[in-house]
């Protein structure tokens, strides 16, 4: 089965530090999504690209959260600089824009990110 | 903006046996997908079943089935046969048909099953 690759599964790090995560979508694929997932907030879209292009980022903190997508096969969501609310797990997810998303999307497993 | 509301923050159920999960949404649109999605403790978001709005017929994958109501809101998952495997984090998601198509999700049943 095809699927959506993360990188890294979990990632502690401290405060301040810039942490990269990566994700690899299902070839093919040209919508990609990034998600969080807390307790508190339960799951959000944090942003999502269309044809590598970010259609909507609003649910991104500016200030210290990038999304990229250097080419089709890659999706990177930085947080620099880290802080402790910013622990959760970041899922990504792909799909294909006009012929099948009705379908839903393909999750990752998601990264488990632990800011101490 | 859409919201989706999972009422039952806990469910549980005898295996073999029949469970219903419950989900609303509130949408002022007309066309639109739902979804089930299952998370195990392996936190990997599985697709379970799905529904376009604009079809009457109640859409079912094997042992899962729902219970669509648009006029109501109302997007049910009924889980027959119920299997130590169906364990797991359950979330009800919306989609619209145009515009921005993210999923706005629920807050999820979490699905105990008792052997």
């Known amino acids: 089965d095809a699927r959506v690759t993360q990188t890294p599964r979990h990632k502690v790090t401290e405060m301040g530090q810039e942490v990269t995560m990566r994700c690899q979508p299902i070839?093919?694929?040209?919508?990609v999504f990034w998600y969080r997932q807390t307790m508190m907030q339960g799951l959000e879209l944090l942003a999502y690209?269309?044809?590598?292009?970010?259609?909507?980022d609003s649910g991104m903190p500016k200030d210290r959260f990038s999304a990229e997508m250097p080419d089709a096969t890659l999706a990177t969501l930085k947080i620099q600089p880290s802080e402790p609310r910013d622990s959760a797990v970041y899922f990504c997810?792909?799909?294909?824009?006009?012929?099948?998303?009705?379908?839903?999307?393909?999750f990752g497993s998601g990264t488990r990110l632990t800011v101490v | 903006a859409q919201t989706v509301t999972q009422s039952q923050p806990e469910m549980s159920v005898q295996e073999a046996e029949t469970v219903t999960l419950s989900c609303t949404y509130d949408?002022?649109?007309?066309?639109?997908?739902l979804f089930w999605y299952k998370q195990p403790p392996s936190r990997q978001m599985i697709l379970v079943i799905r529904q376009e709005a604009y079809k009457q017929q109640n859409a079912t994958e094997n042992r899962f089935s729902v219970n669509f109501q648009k006029a109501a809101k109302s997007f049910s998952l009924k889980i027959s046969d119920s299997q130590l495997g169906d364990a797991a984090m359950y979330f009800c998601?919306?989609?619209?048909?145009?515009?921005?198509?993210?999923?706005?999700f629920g807050t999820g049943t979490r699905l105990t099953i008792i052997p």
């Open positions: 690209f269309r044809n590598r292009a970010p259609l909507d």
């Open positions: 070839l093919g694929h040209n919508t």
């Open positions: 949408t002022s649109e007309s066309d639109y997908y």
């Open positions: 997810a792909s799909g294909l824009a006009g012929i099948g998303i009705e379908y839903g999307y393909t």
């Open positions: 998601a919306y989609r619209s048909e145009f515009g921005n198509e993210k999923l706005t």
